[in-house]
Structures are given as structure tokens and as C-alpha cells.
T-cell receptor, first 112, second 117 residues
Framework: DAKTTQPPSMDCAEGRAANLPCNHS???????VYWYRQIHSQGPQYIIH???NNETNEMASLIITEDRKSSTLILPHATLRDTAVYYC?????????????FGTGTKLQVIP | GAVVSQHPSWVICKSGTSVKIECRSL??????MFWYRQFPKQSLMLMAT?????????EQGVEKDKFLINHASLTLSTLTVTSAHPEDSSFYIC?????????????FGPGTRLTVT
């Protein structure tokens, strides 16, 4: 899996949009960008993933740059329950042997 | 979505004893399962990968004789921490890979908190 770089921590005011950046400059053409989050003392929770188009689901939006070297996870209206560590991961989906390995992630603190 | 369960959710054991943690895929078959360990304020570290019916593959630095992994069925993998010591106290998380339709999605369990006294 290609490596990713994320800021170690961010703060966001409750109700505002949280924009979490991720750099993945060595991403391969067949690798997807995945985002997970981990709330304290729980297992990782899947948020969203994408290949090259922007994606949106009920939890978040994912914006991937045209060159695919970076992406941004957007939580449109952050709540206190969104306080967690957010991990950006790149991995292939189809065939072969691949494993999900985690970097240090971004600790998001939502402030009342 | 697919569900992965772990049992127990937390366990306290005495130093020198062995502890078994179970990981189950509840609504899908998992030919591959992964075991992670997480120390306080650190990221998840992959320990080993297990494929159903074969020996597990351990990451560098992980003692295979200490962390015994068994993946006897397509829905169950177990991690046994043998002769546990306080430094083995950690949060252990399993993950199961669903191979449906050739897409290797990976789902995570809720974790097991191990405390060795």
C-alpha cells in the first residue's frame, strides 16, 4: 500500500465543516483512497472511499484532486461525536495480496 | 454492511497465563483475517495475516510462538496470547476480508482490551 501523510491534529467548531487533508503522492493507478475513523477504544469505522471522482455519502464527502496525489475528507456539519482519529489509506481493491496498514492519522477535536 | 465481532470485548488476566480472543465474520465468509495491536495513543499495527486453512503470516518483529493464530473456518479466527506479560496489555483488533464478487473489502471488529496484571 502507498503511504499517506496527514496532519497530526485539527480542531473544528461544532456545526462547522471539518476538512481533513491527506497527501498520497505515490498512489498507483489501481489504488483507491479510503477513509476510516476510530473513536476512542473502538474499532476503525469505514467512512468513504473513492478512486478518482468525488464521492459523497451520508457521513461525508471525499474530494480527490485531478492528479490523485491528495484528497480531502469533508464532514459537512461536525458534531461532538465526530471527535476521533481519522485515517487516510490507499489500497488496491481487486486481486492480489494487499493489506490495510495505518499511518498516524489526524486527531480531530470538535469543539463546542 | 458486513459485521465483524470479537469476543471478549475486554479481558484481565494474570501474568503467565494464556488468553484467547475470537474474531467472527457474522454475515460473510472471510478467507483472510488480519490481527492488529494498538497501544495507547498509537496507531494500529498489523501483527499478522491469516488465511483459512493455512498458517498465518506474521509481520516483522511479531513473535509467532507467542501470538498463536488459528483460522479454522471461513467465519472464525482466534488469537491466543501465550504466557502473557504486562507489556502485552493492549487493544487487539481483528479485521476480515470479504471476497464477494472479487472485491476485497475489509471490515473491522470492535476490538478487545487485554490487561495483564
Amino acid at each position: 500500500d502507498a503511504k499517506t501523510t496527514q496532519p497530526p491534529s485539527m480542531d473544528c467548531a461544532e456545526g462547522r465543516a471539518a476538512n481533513l487533508p491527506c497527501n498520497h503522492s505515490t498512489i498507483s493507478g489501481n489504488e483507491y483512497v479510503y477513509w476510516y475513523r476510530q473513536i476512542h477504544s473502538q474499532g476503525p469505522q469505514y467512512i468513504i472511499h473513492g478512486l478518482k471522482n468525488n464521492e459523497t455519502n451520508e457521513m461525508a464527502s471525499l474530494i480527490i484532486t485531478e492528479d490523485r496525489k491528495s484528497s480531502t475528507l469533508i464532514l459537512p456539519h461536525a458534531t461532538l461525536r465526530d471527535t476521533a482519529v481519522y485515517y487516510c489509506i490507499v489500497r488496491a481493491l481487486f486481486g492480489g495480496y494487499q493489506k490495510v496498514t495505518f499511518g498516524t492519522g489526524t486527531k480531530l477535536q470538535v469543539i463546542p | 454492511g458486513a459485521v465483524v465481532s470479537q469476543h471478549p470485548s475486554w479481558v484481565i488476566c494474570k501474568s503467565g497465563t494464556s488468553v484467547k480472543i475470537e474474531c467472527r465474520s457474522l454475515d460473510f465468509q472471510a478467507t483472510t483475517m488480519f490481527w492488529y495491536r494498538q497501544f495507547p495513543k498509537q496507531s494500529l499495527m498489523l501483527m499478522a495475516t491469516s488465511n483459512e486453512g493455512s498458517k498465518a503470516t506474521y509481520e516483522q518483529g511479531v513473535e509467532k510462538d507467542k501470538f498463536l493464530i488459528n483460522h479454522a473456518s471461513l467465519t472464525l479466527s482466534t488469537l491466543t496470547v501465550t504466557s502473557a506479560h504486562p507489556e502485552d496489555s493492549s487493544f487487539y483488533i481483528c479485521s476480515a476480508r470479504d471476497r464477494t464478487s472479487g472485491i476485497y473489502e475489509q471490515y473491522f471488529g470492535p476490538g478487545t482490551r487485554l490487561t495483564v496484571t
